[in-house]
């Protein structure tokens, strides 16, 4: 599943040169040292590994929430998959390879792709002590399928779910019964982190509702039809149930601990852990520090009472802890699927044409933007897909910077500067329009110096922009109701085969969906379907090249570039494996020596 990227990663140390010879299906050439440049991935370092000291890691904002169905948070991703949750699957960090978690092997499969059977290991507990069973499945993938739940990330990766169900009363064994098949369902279902139903529905409520009953409520979307759903939805979309350590209960490795707003979240090790003997973890306690100023973050770490950061600022990791052991500290450069782009919001009349879109795209200078600001670092791209993936449609021409090609797009789209006042203008609904709008954004410092450097390009063709800074949880509401003009944004995109549904099918474009620009386009959806019921791979990355020309004609976004992730860390850890892979460093591998623990 995608997740919302809160902040963007740089590259310390890349070259890129992009030649484009002209004509739509020369291939661009891109040569970089940035593998060079990478951490690479140490074996493993346990001898001697002792449990205790805590990890600290820097945050910019709070996380959104800590209940794994109702949130769409990067950070709180962090948290819910690797440290209070588990999943039926989980995908090795180094190979992509699922392997069972909670479930006893890998599925069962029906030879038409509609009916996933796991049988689920019999000693599994929630952190409060209850044996974690198929009921327990069945009621996450009712939560989540109920359309009145905060769950619009997940649900559009279910809606081919007919039914999931204990197989002959085994609580031990549950069957997922699809609609129609799907080439994706075992990563989806597969990544679903598992809620205690004991906890979350005290009044039994998911038993009463059928799922025929939330496939009907899934088609209709009225809450007065189905009382007791909205009812339940109501409850565990409240803020307390994913924040208070009495409900947010999983059965990972640690507990939560405590949230202290806009401070901290802390969580500790479950001694009754049921995985203890393979999923040896050494960090006492981990918690998340609350630091929104990049000054005060880099202070944090050098004073050490950080102990891990993802720097936000080029200038930071590369000038202002120019050497990081005089601080007992080290650097870390790591590649992970996450891209940038700017998202303009396809229902407001400024941006609901395709040739203003590519225009702005055109007025976006990337290459001098990453030499400046992001020391000539970075690498521009063009598509949705993650760059090193073999999906990604490799020969879609780089948009250069041509501010010229953008007033020529402007002009063909009806504005143009009637009145002499250096303002773009037209008529739109019988009435003249400016062209000025607001970048919104979430106090991220670099993305506000890229857009300061793309609002003086556009001011020389006649269009006004300014900024908005919002606090990260406001910027996240906002950006969920499609309230805004245009933003720099990020994804974390999943590691697997690709399927854009969450982010760009047109279902997903009303209500608090991922398709928070409200893009639509019918041949983009016809494909997007087809990608999902497709299982031949060749055929699949066919029908995704079209579908990877479609956005890039339509901009939808203007895609910016992919970074590699960015960190400075204690000195003191050992075994600080740097995977590549979404949330890179796992802390609760992590283990010190006595000596030299900080928290005793």
């Not at 000693?123 to 359309?147: H, M, Q, R, W």
């Not at 009754?272 to 000054?295: A, L």
């Not at 050490?304 to 600022?313: A, F």
Request: charged letters at 25%; proline letters at 5%; a negative charge.
């Amino acid at each position: 599943m995608k997740k919302f990227g809160l902040f963007f990663i740089i590259i310390v140390s890349l070259t890129v040169l992009i030649t484009i010879a002209g004509g739509r299906k020369k291939k661009p050439i891109i040569q970089s040292n940035v593998t060079k440049m990478l951490t690479p991935l140490q074996e493993p370092d346990l001898s001697g590994a002792t449990v205790g000291d805590w990890v600290i890691k820097q945050e910019m904002s709070d996380a959104e929430k800590l209940n794994p169905v109702v949130t769409n948070d990067a950070t709180a991703d962090e948290i819910i998959s690797y440290y209070l949750f588990e999943k039926l699957l989980e995908q090795d960090r180094i190979t992509y390879e699922l392997y069972p978690q909670l479930a006893k092997n890998m599925p069962t499969l029906s030879e038409d792709h509609l009916t996933y059977t796991f049988e689920l290991k019999d000693n599994v507990k929630f952190s409060d002590g209850t044996p974690l069973t198929g009921e327990d499945i069945i009621f996450t993938f009712k939560a989540i399928k109920n359309p009145f739940t905060d769950a619009q990330a997940l649900r559009n990766y279910f809606t081919d779910l007919d039914r999931v169900e204990l197989v002959d009363g085994d609580k031990y064994k549950v069957k997922f019964t699809f609609k129609q098949p799907y080439f994706r369902a075992i990563y989806a279902i597969g990544d679903i982190k598992i809620v205690p139903k004991k906890i979350l529905d005290i009044e039994n409520i998911n038993d009463r509702l059928s799922w025929e009953m939330l496939n009907e409520a899934n088609e209709t979307l009225d809450p007065a039809k189905y009382p007791e759903m909205k009812k339940f939805a109501d409850f565990l979309n409240q803020e307390d149930v994913s924040r208070n350590p009495k409900y947010v209960v999983g059965s990972g490795p640690y507990k939560l601990e405590k949230w202290v707003t806009g401070q901290q979240i802390s969580v500790v090790r479950n001694n009754d852990y049921w995985n203890k003997d393979e999923g040896k973890v050494y960090p006492e306690k981990i918690i998340w520090r609350t630091i929104s100023d990049q000054n005060a973050a880099i202070a944090a770490a050098k004073n050490k009472e950080t102990d891990l950061m993802y720097v936000i600022r080029p200038i930071d990791f590369v000038e202002n802890v120019k050497n990081p052991e005089q601080f007992g500290l080290k650097k870390a450069l790591v590649l992970e699927p996450v891209y940038s782009y700017i998202g303009w919001n396809n229902n407001s009349p400024l941006f609901n044409d395709p040739k203003v879109r590519m225009a702005m795209s055109y007025a976006v200078d990337r290459n001098m933007i990453i030499d400046k600001i992001f020391y000539g670092m970075g690498i521009p791209i063009q598509s949705h897909i993650f760059y090193k993936s073999q999906y990604v449609d490799s020969t879609l021409p780089v948009i250069p910077f041509d501010l010229e090609k953008s007033k020529e797009l402007l002009a063909e789209a009806g504005w143009k500067d009637t009145d002499g006042d250096g303002i773009l203008d037209k008529v739109i609904n019988g009435q003249k329009v400016d062209f000025k709008f607001t970048f919104t954004n979430n106090n991220n410092p670099t993305r506000k110096q890229t857009a300061l450097v793309i609002i003086d390009a556009l001011k020389q063709i006649g269009i006004q922009a300014d900024i908005q800074d919002y606090e990260w949880s406001v910027f996240l509401d906002k950006v969920k109701k499609h309230d805004f003009d245009a933003a720099i944004m990020a994804w974390q995109l999943s590691v697997g085969p690709e399927d854009p549904y969450q982010i760009w099918h047109s279902s997903q474009a009303d209500g608090e969906g991922s398709n928070h620009i409200s893009y639509k386009n019918q041949r983009s959806d016809e494909l997007i379907e087809l990608n999902r019921i497709t299982f031949d791979d060749s055929v699949r990355k066919e029908i995704l090249n079209e579908w990877q020309e479609i956005i890039y004609k339509d901009q939808p976004y203007t895609f910016l570039w992919t970074p590699t992730g960015r960190y400075l860390y204690s000195d003191r850890f050992k075994n600080t494996r740097w995977y590549s892979y979404p949330n890179s460093p796992l802390m609760k591998e992590w283990w010190s020596s006595r000596d030299l623990a900080r928290y005793k």
